[in-house]
């Protein structure tokens, strides 16, 4: 039986996958043909309480429905920032450390990963569907 893989989701994919009506959960699932454990950081949390009260009106509403989805599905890892790390400095080190695939829609974040040999996801809203580079045995 396969192992149950540690998924951690960002910002921008909870965002778009509300705007764009798609079950960010079972789609990642489904794209690594297994069960999933699914975590956010604390950071996240954070900037989506953050959205929910300060961002334009569709982004507002979003992230006001991304917090219900993620309260519901997601552990929230409390992440203590070292001296000079960036919020992506943070994720890579949290998924190297933590063996997880980061699900993310951010380019250069992306880059960085794959450039690091991890896995890595993403949401390809031509195809309504989430993809995946690199997996964990």
Request: glycine letters at 4%.
């Amino acid at each position: 039986m396969k192992r149950e893989l540690k998924v951690l989701l960002d910002t921008n994919v909870l965002i778009l996958s509300i705007k764009y009506g798609l079950d960010i959960f079972s789609y990642v699932e489904e794209a690594l043909l297994r069960k999933c454990s699914f975590y956010i950081l604390d950071r996240t949390l954070s900037e989506l309480e953050n959205i929910s009260t300060k961002g334009k009106s569709l982004d507002k509403r979003a992230a006001i429905k991304a917090l219900e989805m993620v309260k519901e599905r997601c552990k929230v890892l409390q992440v203590k920032a070292l001296p000079g790390e960036t919020v992506d400095d943070i994720i890579v080190r949290v998924v190297h450390e933590n063996k997880m695939i980061i699900i993310t829609n951010d380019r250069e974040l992306r880059s960085r990963i794959r450039a690091l040999g991890m896995p890595v996801g993403w949401i390809n809203l031509k195809e309504k569907r989430v993809k995946i580079e690199g997996y964990y045995d």
